[in-house]
């Protein structure tokens, strides 16, 4: 059976946290949005990488699950606070899937690849893919903000809320980037590119 | 909105894993049709309707009073979930049928199909009833949508792919094919035909 998470190209872990993360990264139709979404994962995955250990030690494991699910909210709770301060406008739209780090970075990017061994001597490793992870999350957004609105803004603007409809597809097709399908097949085509790439290094 | 366009909407033009992505992250690994056969996916709709309806109830009648709506994201992950997987734990350590749903139940607590089809339903203003019906079409919505695509890539095994496409990139391709597809059927298009 295939399984999008099984698949021979998630073997690089940085690119199985990104496909893993796609309910976060289909929302980033902007480079602003991206860099939101991107920092607060990585805030997130590096704080309970680091914390998660300490809490462990301290509580049995019946509390444990309970405990570590709270302080991953609180951890989103506060970054959300944070962004509502920056930028109230996008806070708003963002606000659900800020929720989503928590419920879905608990469950995926501390326990997975590279960043699934917790303890603060492999703190270096840890931000270095996260590191990574946040490259690969803004170079994502700035290419759909590009390709379906002409430009990159670094702003938030009405330029790519204003092309999210579906009637004006028909008319600008490039324009689809910024729609979930349209996230959907950009990624499956940059995996793609990435697998050529590494081929080629391969037999260079 | 008719419970017949509710359906209908969340199975197609809301469906959670073409509008959301949701589900293509390892918490909802065991629900894939075939990996945990129908036991996960009757738990996934049980646990699906029920946080939908709770956390609906809790929109309704608690945080949109108090004017604390900012907070939905939270109040769903400290009451929902840390509730739901109290509930299911307990089921669990019990024993016979019982603690079997349990156990199937507190694998699909975390899922982020089950967050997105409560988010998606609390948002569109729906009563409780109507937010558990939601929350049970997103599931069965996202189930078909699995469903279809795992029938996809196995024809697309017979075919002659070029390598680099081969496995994770075209089963995005697919999903986003499908989703073009599915997009065309919205809430507009439904409440016209259904009512």
């Known amino acids: 059976m295939n399984q999008p998470n099984e698949r021979?190209?998630?073997?690089?872990?940085?690119?199985?946290?990104?496909?893993?993360?796609?309910?976060?990264?289909?929302?980033?139709?902007?480079?602003?949005?991206?860099?939101?979404?991107?920092?607060?994962?990585?805030?997130?995955?590096?704080?309970?990488?680091?914390?998660?250990?300490v809490l462990g030690r301290m509580v049995g494991s019946?509390?444990?699950?309970?405990?570590?699910?709270?302080?991953?909210?609180?951890?989103?709770?506060?970054?959300?606070?944070?962004?509502?301060?920056?930028?109230?406008?996008?806070?708003?739209?963002?606000?659900?899937?800020?929720?989503?780090?928590?419920?879905?970075?608990?469950?995926?990017?501390?326990?997975?690849?590279?960043?699934?061994?917790?303890?603060?001597d492999r703190l270096p490793e840890y931000a270095r893919s996260a590191g990574?992870?946040?490259?690969?999350?803004?170079?994502?957004?700035?290419?759909?903000?590009?390709?379906?609105?002409?430009?990159?803004?670094?702003?938030?603007?009405?330029?790519?809320?204003?092309?999210?409809?579906?009637?004006?597809?028909?008319?600008?097709?490039?324009?689809?980037?910024l729609l979930p399908f349209g996230a959907f097949l950009l990624l499956g085509y940059c995996i793609a590119l990435y697998r050529l790439r590494g081929k080629r290094r391969k037999e260079g | 909105?008719?419970?017949?366009?509710?359906?209908?909407?969340?199975?197609?033009?809301?469906?959670?894993?073409?509008?959301?992505?949701?589900?293509?992250?390892?918490?909802?690994?065991?629900?894939?049709?075939?990996?945990?056969?129908?036991?996960?996916?009757?738990?996934?709709?049980?646990?699906?309707?029920?946080?939908?309806?709770?956390?609906?109830?809790?929109?309704?009648?608690a945080l949109v009073p108090l004017g604390l709506d900012a907070l939905e994201p939270l109040a769903y992950m400290f009451i929902?979930?840390?509730?739901?997987y109290s509930l299911t734990s307990a089921l669990a350590s019990g024993s016979g049928f019982l603690a079997e749903a349990g156990k199937a139940a507190k694998e699909q607590v975390l899922s982020c199909v089950v967050y997105a089809a409560a988010l998606s339903s609390s948002r569109s203003g729906f009563s409780m009833a109507e937010a558990a019906a939601a929350g049970l079409a997103a599931a069965a919505g996202w189930w078909c949508a699995v469903v279809?695509?795992?029938?996809?890539?196995?024809?697309?095994?017979?075919?002659?792919?070029p390598p680099a496409l081969q496995g994770t990139p075209l089963w995005f391709i697919s999903a986003g094919l499908v989703a073009m597809a599915f997009s065309g059927i919205d809430r507009l298009l439904v409440a016209r035909i259904v009512g």
């Open chain 2, 80 to 84: 929902v979930v840390i509730l739901l």
């Open chain 1, 132 to 177: 990574i992870l946040l490259l690969t999350w803004l170079g994502f957004s700035a290419l759909r903000e590009v390709l379906g609105s002409g430009f990159l803004t670094l702003y938030a603007t009405e330029t790519s809320r204003a092309v999210l409809d579906l009637r004006s597809v028909i008319v600008f097709p490039l324009r689809s980037v």
């Open chain 1, 62 to 120: 019946s509390l444990q699950f309970s405990l570590s699910l709270a302080l991953s909210g609180m951890i989103t709770a506060l970054y959300s606070v944070g962004v509502r301060l920056a930028f109230p406008a996008e806070a708003y739209g963002l606000s659900p899937f800020l929720g989503l780090i928590a419920v879905n970075c608990f469950g995926l990017s501390v326990l997975r690849g590279s960043l699934r061994q917790a303890g603060l």
């Open chain 1, 8 to 53: 021979p190209s998630a073997s690089n872990p940085v690119l199985m946290v990104v496909t893993g993360l796609c309910p976060l990264l289909i929302p980033s139709v902007t480079f602003q949005r991206g860099y939101i979404l991107g920092i607060g994962v990585v805030v997130h995955a590096i704080l309970l990488a680091a914390l998660l250990p």
């Open chain 2, 148 to 161: 279809l695509l795992e029938r996809i890539m196995d024809r697309l095994e017979l075919e002659d792919v």
């Open chain 2, 1 to 61: 909105m008719s419970y017949i366009g509710i359906v209908f909407t969340f199975v197609f033009g809301g469906n959670v894993l073409f509008r959301y992505g949701a589900g293509t992250c390892a918490g909802a690994k065991e629900t894939r049709a075939g990996g945990g056969g129908w036991r996960a996916f009757l738990a996934l709709g049980v646990i699906s309707l029920v946080s939908s309806a709770l956390h609906s109830a809790v929109m309704r009648y």
